[in-house]
């Protein structure tokens, strides 16, 4: 698929409409997943053919969820981090798509957008992929910050600052929600890719009274969701 087409398939289905610059920046992300995947198989071969499809769209349709669930902050910047990013999905996606605007309410994610820029954080244990997503940061100009840790590792009284958090393609539901603890336990946010188990992963997660859950339809597949969950507060803390 021309890649021109391609980024305009994956705003169809994603709904959005990416600024020029992004463009350019998505385009560039695409063409370095090509030329690393024959080396450090990134994703799954049978997916790449249709990489604007299956993996940008699929990321791109997180911004206007983030950016109607962001509230007011008052001119701080947005914070989030991505548990065992791999090739980027779908936390360098996000990084490379903000700005973005949702198509049929324009300025929707602008509304909601803190005035200053969205700051990523990937976590990626295997280090051939976080080099490769360093080298996309680089070749975009677009900052992230990578870390090459298993993510157990980042677990402290003080883990990196998270507004939210996101993870695709990671791990069984309950386990991710263990993973994401230390930022779900101070108020964060989590938007997860699950596929068509998610049912089954919901009614086995144990603690799920504990949470809000939000499910979204994915563009991709009708059939896999995005799962927004937040921690309820206690009544003695809110």
Known sequence: ?????????????????????????LVRYVELLRNWQNAKNLVSKDTLNDVWTRHVADGLQLLPLIG???????????????????????????????????????GLYRKHQPPGPLHMTLVEANGRKASFLRTVSRETEVPVAVLNHRIEALHSDA?????????????????????????????????FHKGGEYAREL????????????????????????????????????
């Open 68 to 106: 109607a669930w962001c509230p007011e902050r008052d001119h701080q910047d947005l914070h989030g981090v991505d548990l065992g990013s791999g090739a980027g999905l779908p936390g360098m996606i996000v990084a490379l798509g903000q700005g973005a605007t949702k198509v049929g309410e324009e």
């Open 1 to 25: 698929m021309d890649d021109r087409f391609g980024l305009e398939t994956a705003e169809e289905l994603a709904g959005v409409h990416v600024p020029d610059v992004a463009r350019r920046q």
């Open 159 to 191: 883990p990196i600052p998270a507004d939210f958090v996101t993870a695709r393609a990671l791990a069984p539901l309950s386990k991710l929600i263990e993973l994401a603890k230390p930022w779900l336990d101070v108020n964060a946010t989590a938007f």
């Open 203 to 238: 009614e086995e997660w144990t603690d799920a009274d504990a949470f809000d859950v939000v499910e979204h339809v994915s563009v991709v597949d009708p059939n896999s969701r995005i799962l927004q969950i937040t921690k309820r507060m206690r009544r003695d803390q809110g």
